[in-house]
Nanobody, 124 residues
């Protein structure tokens, strides 16, 4: 499985961005998908996830501002980011859990494939 994330960029605080992550393969609809981010000098952290059935999860820091969705026809998962803050600045990664066991998607170890990431910079 190959994951291609795009849509990052530079935006002012309060602005919006939409990240996309397109996956290869014919069984995308069977994957649980997640978004993580890593800022310089910080550990990678969970941002959001969406199960194959559409159930979503969010970190407390983005809940109410970010929305994770998927389009199985396009093999793509999205992260709509609104009301962006400077502390949202990070490299954002998408990941796929292709296993058959239901995992806790907040943990990076749940995922077996990772994309190359895209930079999001929020200026104050």
């Amino acid at each position: 499985v190959q994951l291609q994330a795009y849509g990052g960029g530079l935006v002012q605080a309060g602005g919006s961005l939409r990240l996309s992550c397109q996956a290869s393969g014919r069984t995308f609809r069977s994957y649980d998908m997640g978004w993580f981010r890593q800022a310089p000098g910080k550990e990678r952290e969970f941002v959001a996830a969406i199960r194959k059935n559409g159930l979503t999860y969010y970190s407390d820091s983005v809940k109410g501002r970010f929305t994770c969705s998927r389009d199985n026809a396009k093999n793509t998962v999205y992260l709509q980011m609104n009301s962006l803050k400077p502390e949202d600045t990070a490299f954002y990664y998408c990941a796929a859990d292709t296993g058959t066991i239901t995992s806790t998607l907040r943990y990076a170890r749940a995922y077996d494939y990772w994309g190359q990431g895209t930079q999001v910079t929020v200026s104050s």
